[in-house]
């Protein structure tokens, strides 16, 4: 099992930042990729980012490319959702996910974090 723990959402006003943090623990981290899906009220999933640990490959979603970046610590197994540039339809909760696959992060990934909100205001 892998646990996924997010923190870092709030309320912002649009053109500010937020960073998320997605600390994860349990089976060896190293083993597993990494992203960050988002879902607001009466919409659909929607991919955000993605990170591929063993190679450093980062995907970002097309509707954020840009404006959002992935990263990771690995001495602190934490990996980061750094957004800039928020937009009030940047409004979701934002969920930290954890895959063996790195295609799987992308749409169905196996583990997934609590959730964090993250609020933009107009």
């Known amino acids: 099992q892998v646990q996924l723990v997010e923190s870092g959402g709030g309320l912002v006003q649009a053109g500010g930042s937020l960073r998320l943090s997605c600390a994860a623990s349990?089976?060896?981290?190293?083993?597993?990729?990494m992203g960050w899906l988002r879902q607001a009220p009466g919409k659909e999933r929607e991919f955000v980012a993605a990170?591929?640990?063993?190679?450093?490959?980062?995907d970002i979603g097309g509707s954020v490319k840009g404006r959002f970046t992935i990263s990771r610590d690995n001495a602190k197994n934490t990996v980061y959702l750094q957004m800039n540039s928020l937009k009030p339809e940047d409004t979701a909760v934002y969920y930290c996910v954890a895959d063996k696959l790195y295609s799987r992060v992308l749409s169905i990934p196996t583990y997934w974090g609590q959730g964090t909100q993250v609020t933009v205001s107009s």
């Open positions: 349990g089976r060896t981290f190293g083993n597993y990729d």
């Open positions: 990170l591929s640990w063993s190679s450093g490959r980062t």
